[in-house]
């Protein structure tokens, strides 16, 4: 009877929602900072 | 090219000068070694490790912080005095210009080298007599590539406005192949093991040496360029 | 091309806007597609024996380290290049791989700890990956802080270019040396989930995952290009 596999399931979440997190949060930055220099039209 | 070469030595004695008059980076940076070595006696337990284990380390991060100083004060002063602008308004070769900076900081580095090995030997009671020879060898190998980089840095750190912050976080990384393998190197020394065994770092040393002195030779003409 | 004076250039920001326009497309896309990848990590690909559910952490551990490989080898090309042809642009798509590859190296390396803690019972090995992303991060980091304290544009180009293609170079240095280093004290033996021998299911899985994580890369890079554009066509208004 095989062994069951360890009970990790914690941080494979953990990991997943950190790297969600980096990536969409520099997402948001960038999309903030395109936002806010290509707003102004001619002065 | 002997042009060159002595352009680039008169370079360099000049800076030397400039230096031997002033002391500054000199009296830092050997007063800067003297103490990390005082810290890291302190800093261990000896009943939990050795002077000799810590030796080789103790003594390349002390190199390695002492250098760092070093280079980095040679070119401030520089800057204070404005010197480096009027050598570009000479029509110097760069290539002779990058050698002659690189010879006068590889004297400072070997200078601060040459007083902190001897307070090693002295606080960490290390019995150098056999191993002497091959830990001035590899301090002159790793000790160039690292000078050679710390070189053109610091020509691009000085311009910046936190000149003293800049070198160290752009020249630490290139400084870690160097010193590992001389660390590597210099604990076989001290533990007397055949040379065979130090082949692969000595190699390391030296193939990141050639690499690296080229490298920023061609490269400090876009360094310096106006 | 300027438009009325005091005005940015309209063409440069106009092209600026289609620019980062685009970007956002390819990196929405690429997001989903990432999101594919996790579903397909969590729901469609066997549970590895030995490490359990963690293992899954492999699919975006792996391709975040070789999307900020891609980004920094490419800081370091387009560097040498703009040494050589002088091109702007070069230094523009420099700058951009450089920040976007701190985001894909700041992935790795927190997902690296989180996966290596429950498989070997410490949060940090020095394995040669992980130590080199870890290099990659400070030189990026190094790179990023230069640009930021040299304000002539043409000198923060070259300084810049020189410090890339520096870097690139130490690379091979940093993988030899804790290559040396771990062959001359071995560490104890750890699980080699990349080994040839993987499953063709998580084989797949892995696939999908990088290429989207390498889209995302460019949709990114796309993006943060566009943002520079647009820095610079302000800059020259407000200049001229």
Do not use: C
């Amino acid at each position: 009877m095989p062994a069951e596999p360890p009970a990790t399931g914690g941080y494979m979440v953990a990991a997943y929602v950190v790297a969600g997190t980096i990536l969409l949060g520099y997402f948001l930055s960038l999309l903030r900072r395109a936002k806010r220099i290509l707003k102004q039209r001619e002065r | 090219m002997a042009d060159g070469l002595r352009l680039a030595l008169v370079i360099a004695a000049k800076d030397v000068r400039a230096e031997l008059r002033s002391k500054t980076a000199l009296l830092s940076a050997t007063v800067f070694a003297a103490l990390v070595l005082v810290i890291f006696n302190f800093a261990r337990d000896p009943t939990a490790l050795s002077a000799t284990d810590l030796a080789p380390s103790a003594l390349w991060v002390t190199f390695a912080f002492a250098a760092m100083v070093a280079m980095n004060r040679s070119f401030t002063v520089e800057r204070e005095h404005g010197a480096l602008d009027g050598l570009l308004l000479a029509p110097v070769p760069r290539g002779a210009l990058f050698t002659g900076k690189m010879l006068a900081n590889l004297a400072f580095v070997a200078a601060v080298e040459a007083v902190a090995l001897p307070l090693f030997i002295l606080f960490f009671n290390v019995d150098l007599s056999r191993a002497l020879p091959g830990i001035i060898g590899t301090a002159a190998l790793a000790t160039v590539g690292f000078v050679a980089v710390g070189t053109i840095f610091g020509a691009m750190a000085v311009r910046t406005r936190f000149a003293e912050l800049m070198l160290p976080v752009l020249l630490l990384p290139f400084m870690v192949p160097p010193l590992i393998g001389a660390v590597q190197v210099t604990s076989r020394l001290l533990a007397a093991r055949p040379l065979s065994e130090m082949m692969g770092w000595l190699r390391l040393l030296a193939v990141y040496d050639v690499v690296f002195v080229t490298l920023a030779a061609l490269a400090f003409s876009f360094v310096v360029e106006e | 091309m300027t438009g009325l004076s005091g005005a940015a250039p309209v063409v440069t920001l106009t092209r600026a806007r289609a620019v980062v326009r685009r970007g956002i497309i390819i990196s929405s896309i690429a997001l989903i597609g990432i999101g594919v990848a996790a579903i397909l990590a969590l729901g469609f690909t066997p549970i590895e024996a030995r490490q359990g559910l963690a293992q899954k952490i492999f699919y975006l551990h792996v391709p975040s380290a070789w999307s900020a490989l891609l980004a920094f080898s490419l800081v370091g090309i387009a560097g040498g290049l703009y040494l050589w042809l002088e091109d702007p642009r070069l230094d523009l798509f420099a700058a951009a791989s450089a920040e976007v590859g701190v985001a894909f190296a700041a992935v790795m390396l927190t997902t690296g700890p989180i996966w290596a803690k429950p498989i070997w019972g410490t949060w940090w090995t020095w394995d040669a990956r992980l130590t080199l992303t870890l290099f990659l991060f400070f030189l990026f980091v190094g790179y990023l802080a230069l640009r930021a304290a040299v304000h002539d544009r043409h000198e923060r180009a070259r300084f810049s270019a020189v410090v890339g293609i520096m870097g690139l170079l130490l690379v091979p240095f940093i993988h030899l040396s804790v290559y040396l280093f771990r062959t001359l004290h071995p560490q104890p033996i750890v699980l080699k989930p990349s080994a040839p021998s993987l499953p063709w299911e998580m084989l797949r899985t892995l696939l999908v995952s990088t290429v989207m994580f390498t889209l995302l890369y460019i949709g990114y890079v796309t993006i943060r290009y566009g943002i520079g554009l647009a820095i610079d066509a302000r800059e020259q208004s407000d200049a001229g």
